[in-house]
């Protein structure tokens, strides 16, 4: 089992900036890849960016150049820098991490961008 727990959702105005880390516990060994999701009200669930265990990343084209996903592995923390925010970046955002068998999310953490 995996948890994931995010933090650093928050009321931002546009073009400002916001940092969301994801910690994980429990068998952390066993996660490969980790990644970021949103949910805007009434809208399915998106990828954001995803980042392998071996560091490659892939983002929504929505957000190329804007956000940058990172890991810290040692500390089994997932970050999302998020700049330049708009206000239809907002959403729900949610922490995932893959293993070979399970597929875990966190609670989710709210983001909301005013005009």
């Known amino acids: 089992q995996v948890q994931l727990v995010e933090s650093g959702g928050n009321l931002v105005q546009a073009g400002g900036s916001l940092r969301l880390s994801c910690v994980a516990s429990?068998?952390?060994?066993?996660?490969?890849?980790m990644g970021w999701y949103r949910q805007a009200p009434g809208k399915q669930r998106d990828l954001v960016a995803r980042?392998?265990?071996?560091?490659?990343?892939n983002y929504a084209d929505s957000v190329k150049g804007r956000f940058t996903i990172s890991r810290d592995v040692p500390k089994n923390t997932l970050f999302l820098q998020m700049n330049s925010l708009k206000p239809e970046d907002t959403a729900v955002y949610y922490c995932?991490?893959?293993?070979?068998?399970?597929?875990?999310w966190g609670q989710g953490t709210q983001v909301t961008v005013s005009s």
């Open positions: 995932n991490a893959d293993t070979v068998y399970d597929s875990y």
């Open positions: 429990g068998s952390t060994f066993r996660i490969n890849a």
């Open positions: 980042i392998s265990s071996g560091g490659y990343t």
